[in-house]
């Protein structure tokens, strides 16, 4: 509330609105307008499984599949936070998914769990 509010004023963080939040664009399609607006950010916060989804293409990857490897496209360092409701999830060990999987096949769409990701191409 109060302190983001003062990162607003004082220019450290922008919320914006855009007709692609509501579309059914991907992340590698956004707009020049966006990806101008994204270039120049030391962050990109990116919320929910939607949003997970689109900076996949909503394409059904390998669970060990880096993030950084498929999301070379986009233009600033990113955080997406999300709880899991689609059959899609990277950057994951082989021993992480084994295990999911025995502990509850139904690890990847039943929402009792969550993942932050952060990718940073400079890194």
């Not at 899609?88 to 021993?95: P, R």
Request: hydrophobic fraction near 40%; charged fraction near 30%; aromatic fraction near 12%.
């Amino acid at each position: 509330g109060k302190k983001a509010s003062i990162l607003i004023s004082a220019a450290r963080l922008k919320i914006s609105e855009h007709f692609f939040w509501n579309s059914p664009l991907m992340f590698p399609d956004l707009t020049q307008e966006l990806y101008g607006n994204f270039s120049g950010s030391d962050l990109v916060l990116l919320k929910g499984d939607a949003n997970y989804r689109r900076l996949l293409s909503d394409r059904r990857w390998d669970h060990t599949i880096s993030m950084n490897d498929i999301t070379g496209y986009f233009p600033a360092p990113f955080a997406v936070l999300r709880t899991l409701k689609s059959e899609l999830a990277v950057d994951l060990t082989l021993e992480q998914v084994r295990r999911l999987e025995e502990e509850d096949p139904e690890w990847l769409v039943n929402g009792k769990r969550g993942m932050i990701r952060f990718v940073d191409k400079s890194f």
